[in-house]
């Protein structure tokens, strides 16, 4: 268990509605991760951060933001939530073990009627 | 470009062994990755190839030969709950710990009894 939550688990939400997901962790990790994964595509990564206020973008990271204002809580905003964004969106981290392998959070599914 | 082919599903009896086989191309290479998903489930982190050769864990065994762009992950002694989706991942890049993971779109197995 690499202290990763994720809320909420479920969503549903309506076109042009802004949407915050947020990812908590308690192991105080630097490295953190927002990936989208669809059927056909795998595991996408949509922005990440390297240290509080420091983030960067991903390959899918148009219509999202993201904040990281402590370590331990990175959020990510869908400022005008589409169709295309209905998705599972999984948080994760980077703990320096296993060659810095991602350890992901539970996940949360998103839908956007 | 980036690209990470692996077969779309696999069948296979309890009790066997099911070799599931992984290629790359990407631009730069860091390590080789192996998750495993169950249906509704987060990804878990299987192993980590960076040199050359086997790395053996218990049941599971994944190779990597670098020339190639070629790795394979070996399950033994199949069991039911070995039913799942498996994942490749390539760290694309050189620098480590920043280099972000690509993934594949992952084979589905299915262990019948």
């Known amino acids: 268990d690499a202290g990763i939550t994720q809320s909420p688990r479920h969503k549903v939400t309506e076109t042009g509605t802004p949407v915050t997901l947020r990812c908590h962790q308690t192991?105080?990790?630097?490295?953190m991760y927002w990936y989208r994964q669809d059927p056909g595509h795998g595991l996408r990564l949509i922005h990440y951060?390297?240290?509080?206020?420091?983030?960067d973008k991903g390959e899918v990271s148009d219509g999202y933001s993201v904040s990281r204002s402590k370590t331990e809580d990175f959020l990510l905003t869908l400022e005008s939530a589409t169709s295309s964004q209905t998705s599972v969106y999984f948080c994760?981290?980077?703990?320096?073990?296993?060659?810095?392998?991602?350890?992901f959070g539970n996940g949360t599914r998103l839908t956007v009627t | 470009g980036q690209n990470i082919d692996q077969p779309t599903e696999m069948t296979a009896t309890e009790g066997a062994i099911v070799q599931i086989n992984c290629t790359y191309q990407?631009?730069?290479?860091?390590?080789l990755f192996w998750y495993q998903q169950h249906a509704g489930e987060a990804p878990t982190f299987l192993s980590y190839?960076?040199?050359?050769g086997l790395e053996e864990k218990g049941r599971f065994s994944s190779f990597l030969s670098r020339s190639k762009g070629y790795s394979y992950l070996l399950l033994k002694e199949l069991q039911m709950k070995d039913s799942a989706s498996y994942l490749c991942?390539?760290?694309?890049?050189?620098?480590?710990?920043?280099?972000?993971?690509?993934f594949g779109t992952g084979t589905r197995l299915q262990v019948f009894p």
């Open positions: 190839n960076v040199l050359d």
């Open positions: 990407t631009s730069g290479f860091n390590g």
């Open positions: 991942a390539v760290r694309d890049g050189r620098s480590g710990d920043t280099d972000k993971l690509i």
């Open positions: 951060s390297y240290g509080v206020k420091d983030t």
């Open positions: 192991e105080n990790h630097r490295y």
């Open positions: 994760a981290i980077s703990a320096g073990t296993g060659g810095w392998a991602l350890h």
